[in-house]
């Protein structure tokens, strides 16, 4: 069974750093691209990280400088590791798997067909 | 960035109707469109991929249509556990989520 572990999550203070795992289980871990998501409590979705097979990363300009995605292929495992945390950074966050979904517009398409069910992050004083 | 804006916010329906869910893009996304169900204390689980291809598992009464900029997620008579939170996700270019709809009884 295809299956996504987190781990690392808890209380933090505001500038503090934390860094979250996943291990990954029932699939080729190092032939899949994988991301993290975020949700606040109460509110959507939000993408935070990506890294591909070939350990290119990429990240929205909401968090980039103070996330780090890393994959570790010999442990089936993914990080992410947050720095100068902030309140709005409490929320639970998702190891996601992407899968391919086609080619076009002279891209390759990947959407997220599997999800852990996440750590929570709180950023608090 | 790509914005995602889904209507209505929040839906009430009753067992057996057939419910849609509009979700539209700030620009062309193609048909790199998904969908996914998320229920409380729950992570989401995707229903519809690439507008309108149902992933595995999931049941018939699920249908996605779209392309460009316009798509709808259709849930045709309504079951006790499809009471939940909908989000589409636009993938042509990274990732962004519209806001959610829910759908409760």
């Known amino acids: 069974e295809v299956q996504l572990a987190e781990s690392g999550g808890g209380l933090v203070q505001p500038g503090g750093s934390l860094r979250l795992s996943c291990a990954a289980s029932g699939f080729i871990f190092s032939s899949y691209d994988m991301h993290w998501v975020r949700q606040i409590r109460g509110k959507g979705l939000e993408w935070v990280s990506g890294i591909g097979t070939a350990a290119d990363t990429h990240y929205p300009d909401s968090v980039k400088g103070r996330f780090i995605i890393s994959r570790e292929n010999a442990k089936n495992s993914l990080f992410l590791q947050i720095n100068s945390l902030r309140a709005g950074d409490t929320a639970v966050y998702y190891c996601v798997r992407a899968y391919f979904s086609g080619f076009g517009d002279l891209n390759d398409h990947y959407h997220m067909d599997v999800w852990g069910k996440g750590t929570t992050v709180t950023v608090s004083s | 960035d790509i914005q995602m804006t889904q209507s209505p916010s929040t839906l009430s329906a009753s067992l057996g109707d057939s419910v849609t869910i509009t979700c539209r893009a700030s620009?062309?996304?193609?048909?790199?469109l998904a969908w996914y169900q998320q229920k409380p204390g729950k992570a989401p689980k995707l229903l519809i991929y690439k507008a309108s291809d149902l992933q595995s598992g999931v049941p018939s009464r699920f249908s996605g249509s779209g392309s460009g900029t316009e798509f709808t997620l259709t849930i045709s008579s309504l079951q006790a556990d499809d009471f939940a939170t909908y989000y589409c996700q636009q993938y042509k270019t990274y990732w962004t989520f519209g806001q959610g709809t829910t759908v409760e009884i």
């Open positions: 620009q062309s996304v193609s048909v790199w």
